[in-house]
């Protein structure tokens, strides 16, 4: 696996050259990202906290270490001093957990909000609903330790590019409605997460300004 090449190739074929590529090293051994480091990459994302937390003191100090998976409110306080971005925030009580372990350690955790888009069942993230809910509880309006940075969606796993493309809008759209509101001080939108190895393509023409890609650039995973 040509880690190098395969980066290069990746960014050459961005449509939007400001797109942030978040190269996601979940289950790839610290020798693979010291590759991926010496080619320029700052920004790694894992998706378990025991991985991240074993990975990070093994790495340079300047990087970007994003949170891409799922996470348990109980093991926020495991990632809360040293993560760059949670990307997965798919509820009311985990922000306010962020927030809880922020405040401790007097540092403002940026997150984005897990939106579900996709059509499968499987997949995690606020619907509208519960979106707005949020919004309009008057404790989310007194978080002060978390900075909301965006959005973050994933399409369905499927061949079908037009239902992908349709996820991927129906985020966008999200992100522009949300962004038309007042809104509190703490959140600043600027970023949508949306595209991996398969649709990053798609994702950019829909309007991401952060990708996730990992097979692309480490190969496949067992
Ligand atoms: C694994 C993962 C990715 C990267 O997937 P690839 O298809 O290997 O690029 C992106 N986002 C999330 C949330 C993931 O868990």
Redesign the pocket.
């Given at each position: 696996m040509d880690i190098k090449a395969n980066l290069q190739e990746v960014k050459k074929t961005f449509l939007n050259q400001d797109c942030q590529l978040?190269a996601?090293s979940?289950t790839k051994p610290l020798e693979d990202l010291k590759v991926a480091y010496a080619a320029g990459i700052r920004d790694f994302?894992e998706?378990k906290v025991q991985e991240l937390q074993a990975k990070q003191p093994e790495m340079p100090s300047d990087v970007n270490w994003h949170m891409?998976?799922h996470l348990q409110s109980n093991k926020v306080k495991y990632i809360a001093p040293f993560v760059y971005l949670i990307?997965?925030v798919d509820s009311f009580k985990l922000l306010r957990e962020i927030n809880k372990q922020g405040k401790k350690l007097d540092r403002k955790i940026n997150v984005l909000l897990q939106m579900h888009i996709a059509e499968e069942e499987t997949k995690f993230g606020f619907d509208q609903n519960e979106l707005n809910e949020m919004l309009n509880n008057t404790d989310f309006k007194s978080l002060t330790h978390v900075k909301i940075k965006g959005l973050?969606g994933?399409a369905t796993f499927t061949e079908n590019i037009d239902q992908v493309r349709k996820e991927f809008k129906s985020l966008k759209t999200l992100f522009d409605e949300l962004k038309a509101q007042a809104l509190p001080e703490f959140i600043q939108l600027t970023d949508i997460s949306m595209g991996?190895?398969?649709d990053?393509l798609i994702a950019q023409e829909e309007g991401s300004t952060m990708v996730?890609?990992?097979?692309?650039?480490?190969g496949?995973?067992s």
């Open positions: 978040v996601v979940k994302g998706n891409i998976g990307h997965g973050m994933m991996m190895s398969g990053y996730r890609i990992g097979s692309a650039i480490f496949g995973r």
